[in-house]
């Protein structure tokens, strides 16, 4: 494998492989901007990965009041799933759990798209029968009287079967501190990119894996070769000098915003990576043969 | 954009019905042809070239000029385009409507936009009586778009009306509202006597109320979100026609409690 150099910072020549998946955007909105960031934070929570979550979950960006329906300050959440049946139950239960219960919260379509699904199917039944609804012009709203007053949310949200789940960036290097400091700022950058979100803790994940595993009925395992304590022990994908591994995986509405997301992010490494002690870029994949997207490094370089 | 324009000759003796003609219907028709259309039923029922001299193109826009109360069903079933009235018309104006937009500088009879599933009728004058309500034989009033008159409503306004929103800078007379289904009425003078008999569900919005039916029970100031999310789509969809933004609080009556009454009337004074 060939690998290039950029400001000290050495780019593998391969690809990350990604998946195609079924995504929708909800606008959460509340009297405050930090009771929308609290419930759109406690709605989005435990959705890192699919496979464990049911959903992949995360925040796209803050919206100004005049960018909602309502003329509050807003969050677009985002979510991804398997399907967009499979995006159902996680709807349900998260809007009902942590929206509908959020003080002063509404929940809103945050996606145009032409194929939808019900978002108030369910939390408007919290109504009891005291439900109403408003329909002005192609929307309609559901007014669910609630202990501190109406939970407005909207009757279908868009959902999409071109969005991209799995997109992502291995950054290694050789000092744990600053490695975090270097991939924290390429989530910052990823941040500013609409239609992408970074579902794993803090946008970063520490236990990337491979598919299988030596035990019956683990489909996953630790990704041992990225593995710096194994580097001696497996065929590594580690260098001599690697201490650590961290890995930024991206999902989006598009593959366009994936592959946007992960230029944004390696530029940001690429620019302040070295001095921070981050020596190499890769991806993660699985032959090529799995996904359906594949975002070849080298095309994405600044 | 091309316009065509009727411009009235004389005032008609018997009541006529101007369906016929909204942009879709008379879309490559010459002139000559469009003179030759026999406007509504009867032995008796009138060509275009009897009433109206034509003029212009078929295009997206109609223009009418002259006015009479005896001008029935202008607009009806329009579903794309623009039809400009002079003065004023009759009844069943824009009834059936889907989509395009009314403007009648005049006032409207009764039954304006009865049945009407989308666009907007825009009424500078005044409005007669069951504006979006039902004829016999019809299940529902209004069903869609959006009707705004600068003047007064007649009596029984939304009678039947499922959705949708009327607009008045005017008051609405008696009865607004009545056996209403869903929709909104917003006026920025006040509902007339008794608004909402056998309101089940739908929103009534205005300064005062005459007199209130014993059965709408005072559910005192509120603050709910739809007011914003109401306040917000006016502006964005009617513009300089929208009425002033609500207020954060309202007062709200619940009803009509003869009935479901999941109604209500906001009083925002």
């Not at chain 1, 909105?29 to 049911?54: E, N, R």
Request: net charge positive; hydrophobic share 40%; charged share 20%.
């Amino acid at each position: 494998m060939s690998a290039m150099t950029r400001n000290g910072v050495t780019i593998d020549d391969t690809f990350a492989e990604a998946f195609g998946m079924s995504g929708l955007g909800l606008v959460i909105t509340a009297d405050t901007p930090k009771w929308a960031m609290i419930s759109a934070q406690v709605m989005t929570g435990f959705g890192t990965s699919v496979i464990g979550c049911g959903a992949e979950c995360g925040i796209d960006r803050e919206l100004s009041p005049s960018e909602t329906p309502d003329g509050r300050p807003g969050v677009r959440v985002l979510m991804f799933g398997f399907s967009p049946d499979a995006l159902v139950p996680q709807l349900l239960n998260r809007v009902g759990q942590c929206v509908l219960t959020s003080p002063g919260s509404a929940c809103y379509n945050g996606l145009e798209s032409k194929t939808k699904m019900g978002l108030a199917s369910g939390p408007r039944f919290f109504g009891d029968g005291w439900q109403t609804a408003k329909k002005l012009g192609k929307r309609r709203f559901w007014r669910v009287p609630v202990m501190d007053g109406e939970f407005v949310i909207e009757d279908k949200c868009g959902v999409t079967t071109e969005a991209v789940g799995g997109g992502n960036l291995l950054i290694l290097g050789r000092d744990r501190a600053g490695l975090l400091e270097a991939t924290e700022a390429a989530v910052a950058a990823i941040a500013k990119v609409d239609d992408v979100i970074t579902p794993f803790p803090g946008g970063i994940v520490r236990s990337g894996s491979k598919v299988g595993s030596k035990y019956k009925g683990a489909i996953a395992s630790t990704n041992d070769a990225f593995c710096p304590t194994l580097k001696g022990a497996v065929k590594t994908e580690c260098s001599p000098d690697t201490i650590a591994v961290l890995e930024i995986v991206i999902d989006g509405l598009t593959s366009k915003s994936v592959a946007d997301a992960m230029r944004a992010g390696l530029k940001t490494i690429i620019e302040i990576g070295a001095a921070k002690g981050v020596t190499r870029v890769s991806a993660g994949n699985y032959g090529g043969k799995l996904g359906q997207h594949h975002y070849h490094l080298k095309d994405l370089l600044p | 954009m091309s316009t065509l324009s009727f411009t009235l000759l004389s005032a008609p003796k018997q009541a006529v019905n101007l369906s016929a003609l909204i942009p879709s219907k008379l879309a490559g028709l010459s002139n000559g042809a469009i003179e030759q259309i026999v406007l509504g039923d009867g032995a008796h029922a009138p060509r275009v070239g009897d009433l109206f001299t034509v003029s212009g193109t078929p295009g997206d826009e109609i223009a009418i000029s002259g006015a009479s109360p005896l001008l029935d069903y202008v607009g009806a079933g329009l579903d794309a385009g623009t039809i400009t009235v002079e003065g004023n018309v009759g009844n069943h104006a824009g009834r059936g409507m889907k989509g395009g937009k009314i403007v009648i500088a005049g006032d409207a009879g009764s039954y304006l936009a009865s049945t009407a599933t989308g666009g907007l009728v825009h009424v500078k004058g005044s409005a007669g009586d069951f504006l979006g309500g039902t004829r016999p034989g019809d299940r529902f009033g209004l069903l869609g778009g959006t009707v705004v008159v600068e003047g007064n409503i007649g009596q029984r306004a939304g009678e039947r009306m499922r959705r949708g929103m009327v607009v008045t800078r005017g008051k609405f007379g008696p009865a607004a509202g009545s056996r209403m289904v869903g929709g909104t009425l917003w006026t920025e003078a006040g509902f007339g006597p008794r608004p909402g008999p056998l309101l089940r569900r739908g929103t009534l919005i205005g300064p005062s109320v005459d007199e209130l039916l014993p059965t709408f029970a005072d559910c005192g100031r509120i603050d709910p979100v739809i007011l914003r999310i109401l306040s917000r789509y006016v502006a964005e969809t009617l513009g300089a026609l929208a009425p002033k933004a609500l207020p954060p609080m309202v007062r709200k009556l619940a009803g009509d409690r003869a009935t479901i009454g999941k109604g209500e009337i906001l009083l925002t004074a």
